[in-house]
Every structure is written in C-alpha cells, then in structure tokens.
C-alpha cells in the first residue's frame, strides 16, 4: 500500500519538475511515476541480484514484468550513472525496460513504453534536481 502522504508530496513534485522543466507526460505517466516514487521510497527496492535482461527472458508474469519495467524506470531515472563503472549504457536499461512494459497487454503499460524515456527523466530531476535545490 502506497502512503497517501509520500503520494501526496511526489505528486507535487512530479507537478513542479514537469512544470519548470518542459516535460511533458500523459496524466497516466504522471501519476504512475508519482506512485512508483512513493511505492520505492517505503515498500521496495531495486533488485540488483541478477542481470536485468536475464529477469527479463525469465519473466513469465504480469508481476514480473512489471517489476523490471519499473525497477528499470527507478533505476535510469533515479540513478542514471548506476552501469557507468561496469560499461553499461543507460540505454541498456531503457531497451529492456521498454521490453518489460511492452509484455503487458495494458493501456499504462503501452504509454509508459512510449514515454519512458521523459518519464525516467522526470524522475531524475525530481531525484537529483531536489537534492541540489535542498542544499
């Protein structure tokens, strides 16, 4: 379950970045991004265990699926340099993120495959473009 509060304030800053930055995102994208900063925040974590594209051949359902379309989403936009010291491209995690998404058979999904790319961008500035207005 998602703390209405952390939805609250990532919506409010998923608001102000696509504002100030230009960026824009679907209503859905929005509000996807907006619940996947509140869900990672408390609930989850980014499973480093295995490489993202054997995850991704081994993913037989809906959940799975998800779960690396979104760790993917999380990881490009909140850590964009995370595959830089082990030679991987952030377009690596982007393809297989997109693959992820594009498994799911539902409207979200399509869209956030269309719009990864801004979306994990929106996360990144609402991750790293916090921290430097903080400070």
């Known amino acids: ?18 504002d100030r930055s230009g960026i824009e995102l ?11 900063l509140a869900e990672y925040t408390t609930n989850r974590k980014i499973d480093y265990a295995e490489a993202f594209a054997i995850r991704l051949m081994g993913s037989e359902s809906y959940e799975d ?3 690396v379309g979104d760790d993917c989403l999380m990881l490009v936009g909140a850590f ?3 595959g830089n010291r082990r030679g991987i491209s952030r377009g690596y ?3 297989i993120g997109k693959m992820a998404y594009t498994k799911i058979d539902r409207p979200i999904f399509l869209e956030l495959v269309k719009f990864f790319e801004p979306a994990s961008e929106v996360i990144k500035e609402a991750v790293t473009g916090t921290q430097a207005r903080l400070l």
Do not use: H, Q, R
Request: aromatic share 18%; charged share 20%.
């Open 80 to 82: 964009p340099n995370y």
């Open 93 to 95: 995690y982007i393809e």
């Open 1 to 18: 379950m998602i703390d209405p509060i952390y939805f609250a304030c990532f919506k409010e800053l998923i608001t102000d970045v696509t």
């Open 65 to 67: 699926c998800k779960t």
């Open 26 to 36: 679907p209503y859905a994208v929005g509000e996807y991004c907006t619940a996947l």
